[in-house]
């Protein structure tokens, strides 16, 4: 086994751990983009602009809350109950949508997450946290290019959404070898305050195999 071979191997299992620490960031931005509206302020999406959010009864925003609440404690089965159920009741809303697409996705059912971020992108075709859901299931299957354009669908529609921007790093250095792609990907997603250490590492790694820092260029890995 190569260095370079056992480098990508060891950062492809921290990107994934990585994304398992995030996959519940995602269901609560999710949440907080496209839950159920019950004020009459209005509600700012990822990328701080005003989102036209359906307002529904109290008792739909609880029923929500409960959902997300139930799914952040890691009973998925009865978060995904409880986000049925909702739905049901109030199909309308994409975050609910995406929580089951990520539920499903987790118990390793691909095709009902698949049928879950449509049902989220037929509400809304720019809808940030389903088309970055899309890209991960599209890499799953192999299917990078395709990945890649999910992953720039959202952070077009919400460029401060980083956790695409996580992804899509992963995907352009592990997957595709765009190392000064993923190089920009990384420093975006640490830019809108994700600090991470572990990403920090790969972007001083990126830069010295790209030649961004030559005063690195020759150091020992």
Known sequence: ?????????????????????LLLCAAMVAACATGPKVSQDAQLGPDGAPLQVREVPPEAQTLYERAVAVMAAGDYLEAQIRLQEFLLRYPDYPGAHVNLAIIFAANGD??????????????????APALNQ??????RQGKFPEAEAAYLKAVTASPEYALAHYNLG????????????????FKRYQELGEEDQQVAKWIT????????????????E
């Open 1 to 21: 086994m190569s260095l370079q071979h056992s480098i990508n191997r060891s950062r492809a299992v921290a990107a994934t751990r990585r994304l398992a620490q």
């Open 110 to 127: 691909d095709t009902a997450a698949e049928g879950s971020i449509t049902d989220a992108l037929i509400i809304d075709p720019e809808h």
């Open 134 to 139: 899309l890209g991960m299931l599209l890499r």
């Open 170 to 185: 992963v995907l352009h250095e592990l997957y595709m070898r765009k190392n000064d792609a993923a190089l920009e990907d």
């Open 205 to 220: 790694d990126l830069k010295r195999r790209t030649g961004g820092n030559r005063k690195t260029a020759n150091v020992t």
